[in-house]
């Protein structure tokens, strides 16, 4: 019997061009974007496990700027919230399958998308979350798949999880997880119904 369903967030329940928003941070900041953009490359690990947290992120960009008394978390906020669409479909749903499941997130994020996420009062959605920048583990590591589960106080195959990348997709089933490779809701919504029904 299923108990819990697990989302990845970005790809699935949010959209975001990053690209565009790193271009625009970097315009209002006054650094380069091709700074931003390196910066993220090569930080990228330790912004996803939390090592490099949001204030040091943001006294990087700072120190480039040589503008200590702008609020770079504030012109994050501002060019990224616009520019970042939230899959409401998918959100209401999840809102309808809490009363049959616990609804869980285990997502691999950076400590300023995970403002992000808060602004956008995505967490509310959830029953619990695993979030990559606060323990230290990300995905596909199974470890990190296992706090989702003990979360959930849930066993593998009472689980389903929802990624859109298929890397993820296999290192939840090689734990004997059901697992749905995320594409667009129609077809999520007909995998949950084979899932649940098998």
Known sequence: MIKTIIFDI????????????YNDFAEKAGVSSELVVKYHRTHMDKLLLGTTSLEQFFADM????????VDL???????SLPRRKANQELLDLTADLRSMYSIGALTNLSPHRKILDEAMGLYSYFDYKVLS???????????FYNLALKAAGAEPEEA???DDYKGNVDAAESMGIKSILYTDNVSFRRDLDIIIAS
């Open 10 to 21: 970005g790809g699935v329940l949010t959209f975001t061009n990053f690209e565009t928003i």
């Open 133 to 143: 920048c606060d323990v230290g583990l990300k995905k596909p590591d199974l470890r």
């Open 160 to 162: 389903i999880f929802v």
């Open 62 to 69: 700072s120190a480039e700027s040589g503008k200590s008394e």
């Open 73 to 79: 978390r504030q012109i994050w906020l501002g060019v």
